[in-house]
Each structure stands twice: as structure tokens, then as C-alpha cells.
């Protein structure tokens, strides 16, 4: 029965691919409600971090605030790991994600603006890499993915992504 199951559940496994095309979303800097995208191709390689302040508003607290703040990024990271009896799906939010990548998501936003590719050779370096990830159950009931609450890089050479990045551009 499904209410048998724990909300939550700790896994040695390793990562099998990391989706590199939208790593990060918007969110308003006062309140972090989730901001519409400024256009439908808006990623961590090929748009710009500067938006108007029409395009950035918040319509939740722009009622409280007149003077519209800047947004900000939060990791959103898709991803499949295997265990070791399974391969299957899961999404990294902010928190655990800048485990893997060492930074915040404004932060490796504006590295891979500069750095193209640096999103996808990212994705390619977590690959492989062995962790102990705490899931839990989505509390929507539309969320197709269970979350990493927590995660462990295993390796003791293990080095964020972001700094593997900058060793590698210069």
C-alpha cells in the first residue's frame, strides 16, 4: 500500500547523467516565488542574467514593494542515479545541489555566460561520481520525481564541479 512507504529513504548510488540544459530557475529575490522565464530558451548556456525590472516584477510582494528587486537563481537538477538495483530519476534542488557544484546558481550562471559549454561539461564531470543521497516523496501531487533532500559525495578527492570548471577555462 502506498501510505506504507517512508516519506523518506537514504541510498548509496552512483550518478548516470545529469540534464544540462536548464540547471537553474528564477525566483524573486524577496519572496522566492518561481519567476516566469524571460523566454523560452532561457538556460544556463545561452541567456542573459539581466532582465527589466518590468520582465523581473514579482507579482506576488510587488504590491508590498514598489521598487522591484533584482531576481535570483536557484538550482533545479535533474538527474538519473542508480542504485543498486534500480536506475530512476530524481530532482536536486538548491540546497543539496550546490554540494555537487560548489557555488550558487547566480554564481555558475554567470560562469557558463562566459564559459558555453561549461554547463554541459559539468554535467559531464558528476557523472560517475558515487554518493549517499537522502530522497524523499514529492509533497505536490503533480511532481513526477522524487527529491534529493541530502547529498554525500563519497570520493575523498571529490571537488565541486565549479572548481573543476575554473581549473579547466582558466
Known sequence: MEGDKPLTA??????????????CYRVCSLC??????????????SSSSSSSSSSSACKYCNAFNPVSSNPKRLFRVLMSIASDTKVFVVVMFDRAARVLFGCSADEFFDFAKLHPFSAETAAKALEGEMLRVTLSK????????QRVVSVVPLRSGFRPAIENLRELYG
Open 10 to 23: 537514504t541510498l548509496m548510488c552512483t550518478v548516470v547523467a545529469v540534464d544540462h540544459t536548464h540547471l
Open 32 to 45: 522566492e516565488k518561481t519567476l516566469p522565464e524571460t523566454d523560452k530558451n532561457n538556460n544556463t548556456s
Open 138 to 145: 514529492p509533497k505536490n501531487g503533480n511532481a513526477q520525481h
